[in-house]
């Protein structure tokens, strides 16, 4: 217990180490779930645009 | 090898089979990376605990600096061969590259408020992060700012190219401007001399920001990939509408 | 060459007609320089110890500002098609175009300096090296502008785009232009800063409009 109240504190910097490593996780899970989310919405639109074939389409572009 | 994936539908077929390896990998590697720059590295000499950060830190500009090498040579190679892909992957890089910077920055000024008693000391280092961020913001805004996405992707890698080319006079200049106007007494950032127990989580969380880089961009090329199938069938459907 | 002097007489032709454009970039010059005493008070010593950086700034925001025009008429109205189809390349013609820019409003820039220079208390060894910081590097900017100002051609938000994709790039002129001014008032030379503008001008020299006519090209297409 008193072990992990150390590892909190970092030797008295804590708050400066742990949002250090917070923004890190936030931005970069962030920005990975925008791209995945917006990659969703873009088969999804191209799935109600071309719904049988959406596949076959591959190889026009 | 160079034209081989210059076929967007290839690429699709390419990155469904690598994806899950990068993603794995990269799961993998910030596990490793985390458990050894949190728990396993003893505390820096110098800089104590606040060592610490620079895992996180340090990554985050060398990123920062790849992702716009990276953009700069898609878009040189866009322009010059007008490889299709060249083009996706500039724009797909732009993101996450601004966000290493902002990171940098973040993580950068963090850093610095214990070991220069201020949010923001005008570092060298820091500077010309603030200065790239800029540029990022640049080239994403040109590249928005068009009704016709082609125009937009052509001026934004011309001002990629031009950003690029500037990069290392900016960062010479800020140098300079620094040396005059600051005691050289002032800790620099990264510290004189890496230790061996500074390196190893060093790489690893480095390698690990480059897998994490390759991850999000094969899923904003295919995004890009799928948005231009999109409106390629919306141009058909309108141009037929009108027949 | 004939090209290049062709075009200059008629957009400085154009630019005296319209006549008040360059005294516009002056008055702005003037105006964003006054403003400083008002914001840090007219101590003589901490006006002194700001002016070349003031004058530098509102120097690279008055350049800035005229620049948005510099295709944007010529684009609108067709013109810069028709310049792109002469036999004259379209290098020469940015060239030319740049030269209008820097004649309409680097140099009454580089002539108002003094005036703010007195404004602003700067010392008196201070002139010298800021005058000729100006010459050298105002050119500069007008290059690294019309880059700018031909890549932002059709898109949506041209003004403020426009400084967003060029003031990063004037920070080396400001840095070094600054410098050589404070060196001076320092006691010292400043030939390594006068010389480095000098090299960032000899290098905007053939890159800039090389870039800037490829820039005008994709905004024709």
Known sequence: MESLQAFWDMGGYGHFVWPAYGVVAVVLIGLFVESRRSLKSAEAELAALAPSKAEDTDDET | ?243 | MNGFLAIVRRDLRLAFRQGLDSLMVVAFFVIAVVLFPFGVGPQPNTLARIAPGVIWVAALLASMLSLERLFQTDYEDGSLELLALQPVALEITVMAKVTVHWLTTGLPLIVAAPLLGVLMNLPEDGYMPLMIALTLGTPTLSLIGAIGAALILGSRRGGILLSLLVLPLYIPVLIFGVSAVDVVIGGFSAKPQLLILSGLLVGALPLCPWAGAAAVRQGLE
């Open chain 2, 1 to 243: 090898m160079f034209h081989r994936f210059a076929n967007p539908a290839r690429f699709l077929r390419f990155a469904a089979v690598i994806q899950p390896w990068i993603a794995g990998l990269t799961v993998l590697l910030f596990a490793v990376g985390l458990y050894l720059g949190l728990l396993a590295s003893p505390a820096d000499y110098q800089q104590g605990e606040t060592v610490r950060m620079m895992y996180v830190h340090v990554p985050s500009a060398w990123m920062a600096l790849f992702c716009y090498t990276g953009m700069a040579i898609s878009c040189g190679v866009a322009l010059i061969w007008k490889h299709p892909l060249a083009d996706l992957a500039a724009k797909a890089t732009a993101p996450v590259g601004a966000s290493f910077t902002f990171l940098a920055l973040v993580t950068g000024s963090l850093w610095g408020k214990p070991m220069w008693g201020a949010w923001w000391v005008w570092d060298a280092r820091l500077t010309s992060m603030l200065v790239l961020f800029f540029l990022y913001l640049g080239y994403m805004a040109l590249n928005n700012a068009f009704d016709d996405p082609g125009r937009g992707s052509k001026a934004s890698s011309i001002l990629a190219l031009v950003g690029f080319v500037n990069v290392p006079i900016i960062k010479f200049s800020v140098d300079w401007w620094n040396t005059l106007h600051q005691p050289a007494s002032v800790v620099k950032m990264g510290g004189p001399a890496i230790h061996a127990s500074i390196l190893s989580p060093l790489l690893v969380m480095g390698v690990a920001f480059t897998t994490y880089y390759l991850w999000v961009l094969l899923i904003r090329i295919r995004r890009e990939v799928t948005a231009n199938k999109v409106r390629a069938l919306q141009m058909r459907q309108a141009s037929r509408g009108e027949q």
